[in-house]
C-alpha cells in the first residue's frame, strides 16, 4: 500500500556537490588546472593555422622571441591562483595575458575566473568554446574542458545544457563512467529521469558497487513511479556505506511512498541526527515535519 505522499517527500533528486572531479566548489574558482604544455601546444597550433590562413605581406612580420615553458607555467600558475583567490584580478590578468598570445591557458583561466565572479553562464559558454576550438588537443583533456563547462551550467542552474556539455565530453570519452554520471545528474535535475537512469544503467555495468551511482538511479527510479527496482538499489548502496546520509534520506523517501511511515520516520531521523544543517538533513526534517 502506497502513502500517497509523493509531493511531501524530499526533493526527487539530490544534487551532489559540484566540487567533484575537476575542482569546482559551488560559488568559487577551485583548482580546474588543466595539462599546460598540452593546452600550449594546441594554442600554438591553432595561431599557426590562423597566421597560415592570412594573405602574405610585402615584408614578413618580425618574429617574437619564444617563449620559455617555464615562464608559461608560471604565467598560468600566476593567473590560475589568482583565479581562484581574487577572482577579479584573475579576470584582468587573463585578459592582459590573452592580448600578449596567451591562447587557450589564458581563456582557461578567464574562464576560472568568471566562475570565482559567479558568472557561471558566461564561463560554461566560454568553456565550450575553449573546447570546440581545442581540435589539436588530446581528446582526453577536451572531454576534460566540455566537463568543466557541465560544472559551470550546474553551477547556473541550467541542467539540460549541462546535459548537452557532458554529452559533448562522452562523445570523445563515451565510456568514461564520471562522465555518465554526470549527465545523469543533469538529466535527473532536468527532470529526465528516464534518460539519467539509462546512463546510470551503463555506470553500474562497468562498476556494480558504485554507491553514489546506486543511489542516484534509486532516485531517478523513484520519480519514475519504480518503487521495487528504487528499493533493490538504496538497499545495495547502504550495505556498500551504512553510513551515507544520502542513501539514508533516500531510502526514507522510498519508504515513505511504499507506505512504511515508521521506516521512513526512522531513516530522516538518522540524516538529521548524522548531518545537521546539511541540506539533506534540511529535506528530512520538512518531511518529518509534515509527517512523512
Given at each position: 500500500m502506497r502513502?500517497?505522499?509523493?509531493?511531501?517527500a524530499a526533493p526527487i533528486w539530490q544534487?551532489?556537490?559540484?566540487?567533484?572531479?575537476s575542482g569546482v566548489g559551488r560559488g568559487h574558482a577551485a583548482a580546474l588546472a588543466l595539462a599546460l604544455p598540452v593546452l600550449l601546444q594546441a594554442s600554438a597550433v591553432a595561431a599557426e593555422d590562423r597566421d597560415s590562413a592570412a594573405p602574405l605581406l610585402s615584408a614578413p612580420p618580425a618574429t617574437a622571441p619564444p617563449r620559455s615553458a617555464e615562464a608559461d607555467a608560471a604565467a598560468y600558475e600566476r593567473c590560475m591562483t589568482l583565479a581562484r583567490e581574487k577572482p577579479e584580478a584573475g579576470r584582468k590578468q587573463a585578459q592582459e595575458w590573452d592580448g600578449q598570445g596567451g591562447g587557450h591557458p589564458a581563456e582557461h583561466c578567464f574562464a576560472v575566473a568568471l566562475i570565482g565572479l559567479r558568472q557561471y553562464k558566461e564561463a560554461?559558454?566560454?568553456l565550450?568554446?575553449?573546447?570546440?576550438?581545442?581540435?589539436?588537443?588530446?581528446?582526453?583533456l577536451r572531454a576534460e574542458v566540455f566537463d568543466q563547462a557541465w560544472q559551470a551550467w550546474m553551477l547556473a542552474g541550467d541542467p539540460a545544457r549541462a546535459y548537452e556539455a557532458a554529452g559533448l565530453a562522452l562523445r570523445l570519452r563515451p565510456h568514461d563512467t564520471d562522465l555518465l554520471l554526470d549527465r545523469a545528474e543533469a538529466a535527473g535535475a532536468a527532470g529526465w529521469y528516464d534518460k539519467a537512469a539509462a546512463d546510470l544503467d551503463r555506470v553500474l555495468e562497468a562498476d556494480p558497487s558504485r554507491?553514489?551511482?546506486?543511489?542516484?538511479?534509486?532516485a531517478a527510479n523513484r520519480a519514475l513511479d519504480r518503487l521495487d527496482p528504487a528499493l533493490d538499489d538504496i538497499t545495495e548502496a547502504l550495505k556498500l556505506a551504512p553510513d551515507s546520509v544520502p542513501a539514508l534520506l533516500e531510502r526514507g523517501n522510498i519508504r515513505a511512498l511504499r507506505g512504511d511511515a515508521e521506516g521512513a520516520r526512522l531513516d530522516w531521523e538518522r540524516v538529521t541526527a548524522a548531518s545537521p544543517g546539511s541540506p539533506e538533513a534540511v529535506a528530512a526534517k520538512k518531511n518529518l515535519e509534515r509527517g512523512g
Open positions: 502513502c500517497g505522499c509523493r509531493k511531501r544534487a551532489r556537490a559540484v566540487a567533484s572531479r560554461a559558454g566560454r565550450e568554446s575553449l573546447g570546440q576550438s581545442m581540435v589539436r588537443a588530446p581528446e582526453s554507491a553514489e551511482a546506486l543511489i542516484y538511479r534509486a
